[in-house]
């Protein structure tokens, strides 16, 4: 991937970022059709199948007659929590030694193992939002769902679960390339923590006790910072921005000082 020589400077800067965009639109791509396919519903699938899954779990919600109560529907609720909750598994899930197999376009010298992260988890959050997006308005339009409460408050939720989800991910990427045996306990300890997502309950519903322990989740954290920029007034939030970002910003550190050290790791094939 040859790119013209960058230049000195303000200018230098502006050219060199937009070859790196270019260098990650191109993965992205390429991810895309490698993972979806040319032909067929192709494309489609980056938005459906994080919205299968949560249309899924609506309507067994639905069909089994659990109604939650305290102000919210079955569908509000699981469409929120399931939502943020999609983007954290797929983020995570999809790290396991994403540098590996990403490995022979090292070839390139423009192309870096965090623009590889990048490409991967760009598409895959952009795919889960636009099925929270896309499985919202229907059902707004039918008032199963009431509007935004604050879409800036929402949106940021969302902003903020990307970025946790990236800075695990990125820790998670970088750890099952330096050891091994880290990869076995990816998906066990997902499933162990899933009841520190907040993705089944509000903080409000719980024991003051629990509330304390649920609230040390960043997840729980941000998940409440979603509903309230959705439901607003109807329900009690808890959450705090500044121990969001503090924990976002801790887990990118420690996975960017890792990946010094990824680089020396992998080999190119």
């Not at 639905?62 to 929590?81: D, K, N, R, S, Y």
């Not at 954290?88 to 396991?96: E, K, Y």
């Not at 769902?145 to 990236?166: C, E, N, R």
Request: net charge neutral.
């Amino acid at each position: 991937m040859q790119t013209d020589a960058i230049k000195p400077g303000f200018q230098g800067l502006v050219q060199a970022m937009r070859v790196q965009i270019r260098i990650i639109g191109a993965l992205m791509l390429r991810e895309a059709m490698t993972h979806y396919g040319r032909e067929s519903l192709g494309f489609f699938w980056l938005i459906a199948e994080p919205m299968i899954l949560t249309l899924g779990v609506m309507v067994m919600w639905t069909i089994t007659g659990q109604a939650h109560g305290h102000g919210i529907g079955v569908i509000p609720f699981a469409l929120t929590g399931y939502a943020l909750l999609t983007i954290f598994r797929h983020v995570v899930g999809h790290s396991t030694h994403i540098f590996r197999n990403g490995s022979s376009l090292l070839f390139h010298q423009n192309i870096h193992l965090l623009d590889i992260f990048i490409a991967r988890h760009v598409l895959t959050m952009t795919g889960t939002g636009l099925a929270f997006f896309i499985t919202y308005v229907p059902f707004y339009l039918l008032d199963y769902v009431a509007p935004f409460h604050d879409t800036l408050l929402l949106s940021a939720g969302i902003v903020m679960m990307t970025w946790y989800a990236a800075s695990v991910g990125l820790l998670i990427a970088c750890l099952t390339e330096l050891y091994e045996p880290v990869e076995r306990f990816v998906q066990p300890i997902m499933y162990i923590t899933l009841p520190f997502s907040g993705a089944f309950y509000m903080v409000d519903w719980l024991p003051e006790k629990a509330q304390f322990l649920v609230l040390l989740s960043p997840q729980v954290n941000i998940t409440e910072m979603f509903r309230d920029g959705m439901f607003g007034n109807i329900v009690d939030t808890y959450w705090s921005l500044w121990y969001s970002i503090g924990s976002c910003l801790l887990f990118t550190t420690i996975g960017l000082t890792l990946l010094k050290r990824v680089r020396y790791a992998v080999r190119i094939e």
